[in-house]
């Protein structure tokens, strides 16, 4: 087995509350310069800015996990995760049904622009990517199940749109593949208020929206290659793969 050094919550340029420092260039730049193996490219309720990173970073040596954080109408905030482009473009074709018509204000929240790989506007999403979608937490993990994604609620022990923030509770029939916790958590304290946290691997990212945050906290995830399917395996700890340690 081997090593690898994951940090699977970084927003690009495209998420209004991401520096426009994010471009896909500084983002592989800065991941290598931290010696990331693996990054998640996760902007809000946007899928839009993953293939150009994917291309950047395939140059580079880089994995790249291609998804988003999504809101859910909870205002849970769960990170998703596809194996395909043909898989996230139809992620994609689901958020934009959901997301609510609300227009973004550049001024208070910020432009959300994607671009190519030499940093080039490419479209503006007008609509306030930061919005709730009208899904609930359950109906989008079962999207996530039918395009067999990866479905992790994001930064559980937060006092803000998290799990038990919104929620109090993880649903009975909700069954994620691992939870996103931050570099603040008491992950005991956590699992004795919430003791099926004990059976899910818990993750730590940086939850990055300046490149300086790149890497500042990771996973080390313990597997044979570093693919979609090693990293499916370590969340479920199978097969000797497994999550080895949280920085």
Not at 2 to 25: Q, R, W, Y
Request: proline share 4%.
């Amino acid at each position: 087995m081997n090593l690898f050094k994951a940090d699977l919550h970084i927003h690009t340029v495209l998420s209004p509350c991401g520096s426009l420092e994010m471009s896909p260039k500084v983002i592989v730049e800065r991941a290598l310069e931290m010696g990331l193996d693996i990054i998640g490219i996760t902007d809000h309720n946007s899928t839009l800015q993953c293939e150009v990173v994917v291309k950047l970073a395939g140059k580079k040596g880089l994995t790249v996990l291609c998804g988003a954080e999504v809101t859910t109408k909870e205002e849970v905030h769960c990170l998703t995760f596809f194996e395909t482009f043909e898989k996230l473009e139809t992620f994609q074709q689901y958020l934009d049904q959901h997301l609510p018509d609300i227009p973004n204000d550049t001024e208070m929240f910020g432009h959300q622009v994607w671009v190519d790989e030499d940093e080039n506007i490419l479209g503006e999403e007008s609509r306030l990517l930061i919005s709730a979608i009208d899904q609930s937490i359950e109906e989008v993990e079962a999207m996530v199940r039918s395009l067999d994604g990866l479905f992790i609620p994001a930064h559980v022990d937060r006092g803000r749109f998290s799990l038990y923030s919104q929620l109090g509770f993880m649903p009975s029939d909700l069954k994620p593949d691992a939870v996103g916790a931050t570099f603040r958590a008491n992950m005991d304290e956590m699992i004795k208020s919430h003791p099926e946290l004990k059976k899910l691997a818990i993750l730590r990212s940086s939850d990055a929206h300046f490149p300086e945050a790149i890497g500042t906290h990771y996973t080390v995830l313990e597997m044979e290659q570093c693919n979609f399917s090693e990293i499916r395996l370590a969340l479920h700890q199978k097969d000797g793969r497994k999550v080895k340690e949280l920085v």
